[in-house]
């Protein structure tokens, strides 16, 4: 069974920085992608940032610039760094890993907000 957590949310100021983690119950690079979704109140969950096991990086429009997606190798972690924050990023976000089924995280809440 393939577990995968985030950490990392919290309360943040509008311009301020957080970075999410995520980490499956095994390596990194056993997956084909792993990404970042978030759900806001109201609305459906959407795809935030993405990365394939060849690196290759994809960002929804309203993060482009902002956000960055990585992997730590060594913690063998996918991250999302975010900055410059908005009330609207204001989400429950979630961790997706995929090898061709797909594994969710329970969600770390993001709070922008003054």
């Known amino acids: ?13 509008p311009g301020g ?8 119950s095994i390596s990194i690079f056993s997956f084909n992608a792993m990404g970042w979704y ?3 109140p109201g609305k459906q969950r959407e795809m935030v940032a993405r990365i ?4 290759t990086t994809n960002y929804t429009d309203s993060v482009r610039g902002r956000f960055t997606i990585s992997r730590d190798n060594a913690k063998n972690t996918v991250d999302l760094q975010m900055n410059s924050l908005k009330p609207e990023d204001t989400a429950v976000y979630y961790c997706n890993a ?3 089924l797909s594994f969710w995280g329970k969600g770390t809440s993001v709070t922008v907000s003054s």
């Open 1 to 13: 069974q393939v577990h995968v957590e985030e950490s990392g949310g919290g309360l943040v100021q």
């Open 17 to 24: 920085s957080l970075r999410l983690s995520c980490a499956p």
């Open 38 to 40: 978030r759900q806001a």
């Open 52 to 55: 394939t096991i060849g690196g």
């Open 98 to 100: 995929a090898r061709g």
